[in-house]
Every structure is written in C-alpha cells, then in structure tokens.
C-alpha cells in the first residue's frame, strides 16, 4: 500500500463548480497535511496546510481532515479555468523530526470554461 | 511566501559528466533542505534529507555516491549529479523547511536537467 494516495484522475468540472480532491494515508500517526498545486513543468506551490481534525478555510479553498478515516480532502470553490493544474497531497509521516513530506501522485483537475 | 531559490533552471550536460544544482533560501536559514526528483507525469520522489553541517539522509534506493548533497551552510545546499547518464534526465526540486512558519515546507523553482 502506497503511504498517500489520490485518484489521478483527470477531474473534470465546469467553472464555477466545487471541485472535491481526496487524499488517503496509511501512517496513522501522521500529524501535518499539506496541499500542494503544481502546474505543467513547474515546482509546487503550498496552497493549504492542517493539522487538526475538521474544516479550515482560506478564501476559495477548504480543507477538510478526519484522522480517525485517515482521508485529508481539498474543496476548491468557484472553480476557475486557472485552477487547472495537478493537485498534490503531502504527508509528513509519523513524528519526523525532519519533517520530510511524502507526496502522493497527485490529481489532475481541468476546470472547463 | 518564503523564498526559496534554485539554480541552473535548465541545464543540458554530456553523459559521464557532473552538474551542480544549488537551492538557496533567500529570506530564511534554513537547517533542513530535501532534494526531489520529478519525472514526467510522476509524482514528485524524496531523494534525500539535507542537513546544514552534517551528512544527508539518504532515501532507500537513492545512490550517495551518485548524488553528493552539500549543506555547508544555513542558506545553501547543493546537489551534484555525478557520472550523469540520459536515464537521470530529469526535474530536481529542492525544498526547505521554514520553522517560524510552523514548519511549512517551500519549493525552490526546480531544475530541468537533461543528459545527451
């Protein structure tokens, strides 16, 4: 079993829709999740972090974790056409002191004008 | 953001010889640094833990006499792909831990390398 895991998709959705992006992990004491967008040929840049269970929310975006399902999900809002890119799932495993983040193979959204 | 920089952008080099990326962070020290590697349509692979002052941690699988990682400093780490053949071609990502940001973890710009 992978360590993270996302669908790879594509995930199609017209602009406007919410866009939902799962994310499951396998190390059950991880403790930071992290989301990530990259776009074609670029390095990623963070769009979201959580460490507590629930919502939290910055503008368009909200992540949502349950540890207890060991599922971290990204709801994007509003979807635009520049939301398209390939939506990265990051976990920092077990208590690393490094914090080193292991990625999942991340989930392509294309967001249809 | 933090900013963290990486340098050559893109790099085209021969095979059997070396190539230095530097990543440096510009507004921060940075004791932590990781290494990535990205192939095409690949999900993004740790290559290795860098630790400002002391040897790198090395990911299972990944060659440490291949890739030297170089943390003399609080503001840069270097990889240099040694002896690069075309399979190392390539994107490499450096990426550095900011701790007054609660630890959040910042993407230098990548680098293209491609071994002819």
């Known amino acids: 079993q992978k360590e993270v895991e996302q669908n790879s998709g594509p995930l199609s959705v017209p602009e406007g829709a919410i866009a939902s992006l799962n994310c499951t992990y396998s190390d059950r004491v991880s403790q930071s999740f992290f989301w990530y967008r990259q776009y074609s040929g670029k390095s990623p840049e963070l769009i979201m972090s959580?460490?507590?269970?629930g919502d939290k929310e910055d503008g368009r975006f909200t992540a949502q974790l349950n540890k207890a399902s060991q599922y971290v999900s990204l709801l994007i809002r509003d979807s635009q056409p520049s939301d398209s890119a390939t939506y990265l799932c990051?976990?920092?495993?077990?208590?690393?002191?490094?914090?080193?983040?292991?990625f999942g193979s991340g989930t392509r959204l294309l967001v249809r004008p | 953001g933090a900013v963290v920089s990486q340098h050559p952008s893109r790099v085209i080099c021969k095979s059997g010889t070396s190539v230095k990326i530097e990543c440096r962070s510009l507004d921060f020290q940075a004791t932590t640094m990781f290494w990535y590697r990205q192939f095409p349509k690949q999900s993004l692979m740790l290559m290795a833990t860098s630790n400002e002052g002391s040897k790198a941690t090395y990911e299972q699988g990944v060659e440490k006499d291949k890739f030297l990682i170089n943390h003399a400093s609080l503001t840069l780490s270097t990889l240099t792909v040694t002896s690069a053949h075309p399979e190392d071609s390539s994107f490499y990502i450096c990426?550095?831990?900011?701790?007054?940001?609660?630890?959040?973890?910042?993407f230098g710009e990548g680098s293209w390398l491609t071994v002819v």
């Open positions: 990426s550095a831990r900011v701790m007054a940001t609660g630890n959040t973890i910042y």
């Open positions: 990051a976990v920092n495993p077990q208590m690393d002191s490094s914090y080193k983040l292991i």
């Open positions: 959580i460490y507590s269970n």
